[in-house]
């Protein structure tokens, strides 16, 4: 059984840094889309950065303040958020692939299949 667990999140004030963990059981991170998404009450939910094996593609808002990063020893993925803005404020989830839509689609949740029950993140100006 395939299991997501994401933490690290909390209230942070704007320009802050945070980095939130996705801890996988029953899963292998290795060759496998890896995806981060967030969503905010009343929004559609919001791919804003995915890795495969090293290989990264972020959402607009997330560019040069986000990072994913993986350690596939471990089977866990990163999401390192710097500079955070109040308008990040969200429900941050990781997932996880089943079928490899392949790049062009790791931002779009059709690509996973596992996801975890999310971390809040708030932000405060």
């Known amino acids: 059984q395939v299991q997501l667990v994401e933490s690290g999140g909390g209230s942070v004030q704007a320009g802050t840094s945070l980095r939130l963990s996705c801890a996988t059981s029953g899963y292998t991170t290795s060759r496998k889309y890896m995806g981060w998404f967030r969503q905010v009450p009343g929004k559609e939910r919001e791919g804003v950065a995915c890795?495969?094996?090293?290989?990264?593609r972020y959402a607009d808002s997330a560019k040069d303040r986000f990072t994913t990063f993986q350690d596939n020893a471990k089977n866990m993925v990163y999401l390192r958020m710097n500079n955070l803005k109040p308008e990040d404020t969200a429900m941050y989830y990781c997932a996880a692939s089943g079928v490899d839509y392949g790049l062009q689609w790791c931002l779009s949740e059709i690509s996973y299949d596992y996801w975890g029950q999310g971390t809040q993140v708030t932000v405060s100006s």
């Open positions: 890795i495969y094996d090293g290989i990264t």
